[in-house]
Structure formats: C-alpha cells, structure tokens
C-alpha cells in the first residue's frame, strides 16, 4: 500500500515556465487537497477536490489549476511558473470523514527562479 | 488574528524530560482536532486526534479545553527521537474537510 505519491521530488523551473505536480492515491479516498508549506506559515490550501470531476478553490488558488478525472490522480498545474511560487508542495488525501486526519505524500520542492 | 496558534519555539528539553505544548484557536466551530509530527524536510504525519474527553497513546496525552479554545500536547519521559516539529490541525469541516494548520513547534530533545 503506497499511500499518496508525489512527483517530482525536486524540482527548478525558469520564470513563465509551466509545468504539473502528480499526485496519486492508492487508498480510495474522495477527498484530496494540494497545500505549500513557507517558512513561519502554516501549510495553505490551494485547491481540493471532493471526488471524481468536483474540485474547488483553497486559500491561495492564483497561479494553479487543478482536475480530478480519476478518485486516484490530483495533479496540480503550474500555469506561469513565478519566484513567489518557490515552496514545498505538499498533496494530501482523506477519507471524508474527517475524523483520521490527513494521510500526506512527501512532498515536492519547488524553486523557481 | 490566526485562526490557529502556536508557540513556535524552540523547546529544549533534556531525555527523559516532560514537555507541553498549548495551541489556541479562534473558530468556535471547529469541529475535530488533530496533532501532527512533521520531521525537517519531511511531510507531516498524523500523531494522534484529540477527543473532547482527552485521549492518551503511549507517553503522549492531548487533551481539548472547547470553551477556551485550546488544545494541548504533552510528551512523557521525552525520547531523542521526538525532536521534530508539532503542528495543531483543527477541521472546520464546513461541508467540505478545511483543514487549518498551525506553524508548529519545534521541539529538541538532548542526551
């Protein structure tokens, strides 16, 4: 049982560049979330989706898209790579029931430059 | 104000030492409490729910104050591998599963 997979690990992008975050989940959970982690601040939620085809905007959506044609896949989009968005990526799945928490993938380090 | 706060720390604490850790938050909504343990350069792990009647695993206890809006984490007799930082998630779960985060507390525990 792998849990949530993140890819890449390790990322460098140029400014403008666009480029997509994966994410997958092998526990058949409805819920998942993309949140970035910044040094002194809480993770943030910048999208998340409730099931197959529904998702919705977090606290910091702007610069990102995301689909989720599948319960497994949550892939984040980059659309126009900014040195604002240099962080540490992080895609979580739950449940729905809300009473376990969150299980995390292991994240994705994002720099751009 | 943050809708969940922490005290980022550092706590030094000797092996063998007890420690807690306090965390406010200000929607009195809230419905479900969680600790997490996010070790450097790590992702965040789920330690343990907190219950309204406070639970216990092993040496850790948290407890849940809901009229004052605060939940707390206590570490017995500390390990050198509970060096890591302690994140205070609280769910609104307004429909969808909100989770908010705290910035967390780190915690060193020395030989």
């Known amino acids: 049982n792998a849990g949530v997979t ?31 982690q910044d040094p002194g601040m809480g993770l943030r939620l910048i999208h998340y989706s409730v099931g197959a085809g529904i998702t919705d905007q977090g606290e910091v959506p702007n610069g990102y898209n995301v689909s989720r044609s599948t319960t497994e896949d949550f892939p984040l989009r980059l659309l126009s790579a900014a040195p604002s968005q240099t962080s540490v990526y ?17 994240g994705t380090r994002l720099t751009v430059v | 104000r943050k809708e969940v706060e ?18 406010t ?25 907190v219950y309204s009647s ?6 850790f206890t948290a407890q849940l104050n809901r009229a004052s809006q605060y939940i707390s984490l206590l570490i017995r007799d ?25 910035t967390g507390t780190r915690l060193l525990v020395s030989p």
Do not use: I
């Open chain 1, 6 to 36: 993140q890819t890449p690990k390790f990322q460098v992008l140029k400014t403008g560049q666009s480029m997509t975050l994966q994410c997958a989940q092998d526990m058949n959970h409805e819920y998942m979330s993309w949140y970035r």
């Open chain 1, 90 to 106: 992080f895609c979580a799945s739950s449940d729905g029931q809300g009473f376990y928490g969150y299980t995390f993938g292991s």
């Open chain 2, 6 to 23: 922490q005290d980022p720390g550092p706590f030094n604490v000797p092996e063998g030492a007890t420690v807690a850790f306090n965390c």
């Open chain 2, 25 to 49: 938050y200000s929607n009195s909504a809230s419905q479900s409490f969680f600790w997490y343990r996010q070790d450097c350069r790590k992702e965040p792990k789920l330690l343990m729910s």
């Open chain 2, 54 to 59: 406070g639970n216990e695993d092993g040496r």
């Open chain 2, 78 to 102: 500390s390990k050198l591998s509970d060096s890591a930082t302690y994140l205070c998630v609280v769910n609104l779960n307004t429909g969808f599963q909100k989770l908010v985060f705290g």
